[in-house]
């Protein structure tokens, strides 16, 4: 059979379960992420002193408050990019297919036992078991308003070009969050709110890689699944 391996007695299908375009945007977001995380920490504490000088160099603060800008956009980007794959692409229609499941308490709770140990894992159709599904639109949500408060506290430093434009369209924002110290905050705490989803959905893919041999991991890299398909009598 094509695309077919066998592993300890047991044969599998090969399927492509994430598009290319799909896993470069999860790695340039992972990446970006880790980079804005650090970069707004310093932001926030800018604990190094850089080389006095008496030439108007040596800007670090600014140097490393622009590597956020770079890379905050590059989230923005991406992130939309990323919506527009989910809603529309048609390599996309296994995301999506996932979302049926959130509306069945069977699969809930059958996922559930799974992490608890006390279950088998019930058939998952799409890309996502439901506690995935609802963990990803949540991140959504959290990259959205850390978006947006980034995005207010830029256009209050850049008043002109891009900066002006932006506070056209995004004024009712920072108005909503009651004024620009709460859109700081809001900005900050979101932060911590991705520095804990960070481990736990690392422990959680390479637990799921370790007990399943369907692909784990790898299927951000290869975009490769693999579905087991008969025994292999030797
Ligand atoms: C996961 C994404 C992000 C993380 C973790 C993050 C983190 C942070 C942190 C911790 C701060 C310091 C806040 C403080 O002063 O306490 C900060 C500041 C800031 N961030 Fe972000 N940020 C992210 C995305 C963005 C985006 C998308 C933009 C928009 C382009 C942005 C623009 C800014 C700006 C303009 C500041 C203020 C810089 C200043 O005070 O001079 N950030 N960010």
Redesign the pocket.
Known sequence: MKNSITSNGKKFQAYKEFSGLTRIFHWIRAFA?FG??FT??Y??FPFLQSQPSPQPTNFLQAYI?SW??FL??A??GVSIFRLYLFIFDRASRLERVSFYQCLSPKVWIEQIKVYLWVGKHPHIKGAYNPLQFVTYFILAVL?LI??LT??V??YN?YHNGLGSVLEDYFKWFEVMCGGLANV?LI??I??WA?IIFIPVHIYMVIWNSLKYPNGGADAMISGLRYKKIEKVNN
């Open positions: 992420i804005l995380i707004g920490f932001i926030a408050r956020h800008l905050g956009f989230l923005i990259t850390i978006c980034g995005v506290l830029y430093v700081r900005h900050h979101v932060t991705f």
